[in-house]
Every structure is written in structure tokens, then in C-alpha cells.
């Protein structure tokens, strides 16, 4: 067991100014406190909160970390109080011995009652200080040295299950990839002792077969990038057996398949030389098809840049490799601690060592004028832009600071998030793009007839979202102009001098190199191709052979609604009611005003053959009238704060209509005069934040659509 100057000694080693007192009453006072308490290996308890300080010099962590590290017992498993560990070591490092209680708690609880509440207790009291974390996984990683001391397998099992599921991918969370490997490597031995023993066996049979084949190819990659004046920096490493194994049963491959077991790091001095590498290994070694993954040219989201690739070095051996520039390298190792939140997922192999982002907490340590500040960089790094939020059944979710219900939604389920209606928070009803914050419980109210809002796109912040909504949207439009363009194809063809024959169809796709109807029906459309090509396609020679057509294709220049005015009289649909900054179509009817639409009009659709179609752009506009859907909770003044807020932003009710009403809701239909599209969205966006208003969507489409909703 360390003895008091020993550890005291190891603190001064990188901290010469650190508090001996401290660490010396520490020691004394844990020591009589644990007395003759005993490990389940014969020694004495003391020597586990002695190991833990150990643990955690080696990753030169300050002097109050190491004390709470002496002290983490106390208050669990001693009849010391808190009151008497803040009376003798300050406030900071009682708080501290507090946490890693609290967090020690959780263990003790049967594997039900650990789900949300617990988590959640978890999750924020480690976000409270992240000495804390460090404190506890240097514990639970002594813990797991020391498991074959437990008899009971039943207790062996279970803390071996709890290290794989919820400390090892902390301590990847946090960079400490060195403490994940040892505790993935301690809880795999436990929970698979066969597929363990099978794994290090047969590793340990390579090495002995081949020596140092580590430090053979190493050298191998150098001598050969050398050769061809490449001065490169070659680091390998073997992959450790949990990790070995999970590529295993993931790929369902056995050990001899699985030939990649090294991984080698090829650092050179810049870009071209990265390039030049690769080419001079796949010259030299055959590749791995479908390995390579260029992220030089490519960058990985969180800015990571390398070239991967996997080669066939000999039979036995497929060789892992990633080649970076120093630049990269350094990058790298700067991106591991700046984006240590996004760490875990990406694949361990990416090569991230521990001391990079210790350099960086100790950096932080060392310059941070203040515990409080100190806090607030380590709770940044760590936190800066993630929040975790719960499913009402205790499933934890991750997500970005500024997350909506939506986005919650949307990673739970896409389903999810198509047919949400509503959320609550914490058991209250909120708008769709309320801020989830850390810790909230989140119910997602859905409902089969919902369909996607593409509003929804101006406040969801995930790409899981904001990728789906996109989705919805191109293709409801591409729906659209798909109707749109089948109606300008029939005016085409209307206008050519013979009927069609029977295979024109297919003949003009491949002349305009379209795939099929639908396509050709968009490129009209969206006028990629344009009316005179296709009628050409349809039948050749059209165009050229002076038999013009017998009337004009269709006139569609774009008018804007000004110039209609002065000349043809116009007016506003009534299904969508457009507003200036809509995209809008006008239909002309014989002997009838043109009528103006919104493009995504739903009654654009069943339009009659006898309708022309005009685009159209807004002039000077005096606004517009939008429908608004609008559902308010049945409280005292909810009527009152809305119109409230449409006085606020002059927008005049032409009219208003209570379409429903029960105990919680009121929903209405309102008419507004409004200025244009950025007036209607900011009263959009107004509403919906008002506590009163529980959702306010445009109607667009057929009003059925809110009755089944
Ligand atoms: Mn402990």
C-alpha cells in the first residue's frame, strides 16, 4: 500500500504548490475513519481510496481531486458526516466526496430502479464538476483490478455489466480512452471468460510466432516511405481483445478471418505527402476494398482529417492504417479535447491517446484564475453543446443544446417525429419549439393524420430533423411538379400537328435522357427542359420542318403581379391564400379574372383542361390576407395575450371563427390582413412562444385536415 509521503510526493512531482497539509489530513482522517474495515481481498479497506489517489496522480490531477479521491469512502461506508468533512477540508472538497457519493448510491440499486430518475441524478451531478467523474471511474477501475476478489459471481457479473454499459463509454466520452480499454478489457473477461481466454491465447500465439511484427512493420512502412524520401513518423499498436472481439461478433467472423488485429499511425509533413504515402502502400501491399475512407478531402464533422486505409501486409495480417500531415496530427489531438462530447461512436481506432486531452484539463487546471472558472471550462468543454433528456419509459437521449421536441422526436423515430402534434415537458404541455433543457422528461403527443410541418425546418437544430423535414418537403413539392408539369406536357401535346404514336413516350425519355414519365413531367415543370425540345422529342422534326403547330405552346413568362393589374384583372385564391413572398402561379380561364396561387396549392392539382398557367412574381403589394389555424388553451386570458400579440404586430382580424372547443383547447380559424410572408412568419413566430398559444400553424390545404388531426 502507497504510504502518505509516497502519494505526497507524487503530487509534488507536478505540482510543487500543492497543499501537503491537505493531502496529509486527508490521508490520516481516512485512514482512522475506515479503521478495521476490510477489502473483500484480505487487505485493508484503507488501501482502495489510496489506489484511487494513485490512479489519478497518474493522470496529475490537483490537490483537492487527489483528497477527495482519499476521502470518496468516508461518507458512504464510515460514520464521518459531511458536515465534518467540509468543517475539515473546505466546501470545494466536501462537495466533491458528496458527489462521488451520490454517484456510488446508484450502484447499490437493484438494475430497475437504476433506469431514468438515476441516470438522470447521474448525469447531472457529473456535469456539476467533472473532477467528480474522474474521481469515481479511478475508483470503479481499481474496483475492477480487484472484482476476482468478490466470490459472489451473481456481484461480479453485475458490476462487470454496469462498467461495460455505463463507465467505460464515459471514460470514452471524456477521452480517457486508456481507462475505457482497461475496463472493457477487466468486464469482457468477467461476462465472456471463454471468448477471453480464446482471444489473449491466440494473441499471444501470433507473438510468439512472428516476434515483433508490431515493430517489424512499423519499421517496414518507414524503410519503404523512405526509400521514396518520404520522412514519416510510424506508430503501431495491437487492438485489445474487447475490441477484437466486438468486430468479431459484429461481422460474425472468426478469429483466424479476423486478420486485422494492428493498427499503424503514419504521420508525414503535409498534404501531398499523405497522398504520395497511400499510393507508395497500395503499390507496395494490396488493399482491403471498401476500407479506404478519404477524410483528408472529406473531413469528418468534427473537422478530423486522415486518409484510412487497410492493407493486406501478409496472409495472416490485413494492416489498419491511418496516414495524416503534422498538421492533421496536431488537429486531431486539439479536436480530441475540444470535441470530447462527440467522442463516443466514432470508432476507438481513430488513434485519440489520453494524454492529449489531459494536457489540455491540466492546462486548465493549472491557468484557471478561480474554481469557478475552472468549472466553467472543464462543464464547457465537456458540455458545450450536448443536453440529455428522457423518454417517459427512462430511455436516454442525447442531443444538441437548443433542441426542440421535434428533434427529440426525430431521435427517438422518424416515425415519431412525422406524427407529433404536441410535447410535454416534465409532464406540461408545451409548443413544438420550446428549448429542451438538461434533464427534462419528454413525452412526444403524436397522431396518425399528422404530417411533417415544414416550419418546423426554422427551429429544429439535429440533422436527424432537419434531414427528414427536408425530405417531406422535396418530395411533396417534387409531388406537385410532377401535376404541375403533366399539365403543361398535355398542353404540348395539344399543340403538336398529328396524334402521338404509340411508342413517342418512350422514344422522347430517351431522347431527353430521363428515366421516366414522372421525370420529364418535373423537367417541364421546373422548365429544365424547355416546351419546344420536348414537343421536338415527342416528334422529331416538329420544329425544323416549318410545320408549325397549329397553336402557340403555351405562353408561361414570368408576370409580375403588377403588370396584371394594369392590364387583366386578378384575384387571390381562396384555398391558400397567398401572401407577397409566397412563390405564386396565376390560372387564366377563358372570359374569367386570373387567379392567383400559392405554388404548393393542393387546388392547383384538379385545375380544368381549359386552364392556362402563368408564372407570376409579386410587385408592389399593399399585403395580403393569411388563414391562420390557431389553438389556444382553454384558460383565463389566453383569448386576451392573442390578441394581444396581433395588435402588437398591426395585424388586422378580418375574421375569426371558433371551429372546436373541450375542457383543455380552444381552436379557432382567424383571417389576418398582414404585410407579406416575413410579417405573417414573425406573427407566427410570436404566437407560438406565447404561453397561451399551444400551436399556430397557416392553412394551406383542405381544413379536413385539422379536424383529423
Ligand atoms: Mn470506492
Known sequence: MMRQYELVERVRRYDPDADEELLDRAYVFSLKAHGTQKRASGDPYFSHPIEVAGILTDLRLDDETIATAILHDTIEDTVATYEEIERLFGPRVARMVDGVTKLSKIEAQSESERAAENLRKFLLAMSDDIRVL?????????????LHHIANPEKRRRIARETMDIYAPL???????????????LAFRELEPEAYESITRRLELLRDDSGDRIARISSGITLLLGRHGIQAEVT????HPYSIWRKMTERHISFEQLSDIMAFRVVVADTEQCYRALGLIHGRWPMVPGRFKDYVSTPKRNGYRSLH???????TARVETQIRSEAMHAQAEYGYAAHWAYKQGTPADTGGTKESWIRDLVEILDHAESPEELLEHTRMAMYQDRIFAFTPTGELIQLPK????????YAVHTALGNQAVGAKVNGRLVPLRHPI????QVQIL???????QPEWLGF??????????????RNKEREEMIVLGRKFYDEIVAGLPAPLGAGAMREALRRLHLPNEDALMEAIARRTVDDEAVADALMPGVRGSGAAPPRPLPHRDAVSIRGLTAGVAFQLAQCCHPVPGDRIVGVRRPDAPVEVHAIDCPALASEGDDAEWADLAWGESDGGTARLHLILRNEPGSLGAMAGILGAHAANILNLSLIHRDRSFHTFLIDLEVRDLAHLMRILAALRAADAVSSAERVREDEERWEAA
Do not use: C, W
Not at 437548443?402 to 422526436?409: C, Q
Not at 433543457?437 to 427534462?440: E, I, P, S, V
Not at 403524436?446 to 411533417?452: C, I, N, T, V
Open 134 to 146: 474522474l474521481v469515481k471511474l479511478a475508483d470503479r477501475l481499481h474496483n475492477m483490478r480487484t
Open 171 to 185: 471514460a470514452e466520452r471524456v477521452g480517457m480512452y486508456e481507462f475505457m480499454k482497461e475496463m472493457q478489457t
Open 236 to 239: 503501431g499498436r495491437e487492438k
Open 309 to 315: 486505409t487497410a492493407v493486406i501486409h501478409s496472409e
Open 402 to 409: 437548443g433542441a426542440t421536441p421535434i428533434d427529440f422526436a
Open 437 to 440: 433543457a438538461n434533464g427534462d
Open 446 to 452: 403524436k397522431s396518425a393524420g399528422q404530417k411533417p
Open 460 to 473: 429544429v437544430v439535429t440533422a436527424k430533423a432537419r434531414a427528414a423535414l427536408r425530405r417531406f418537403v
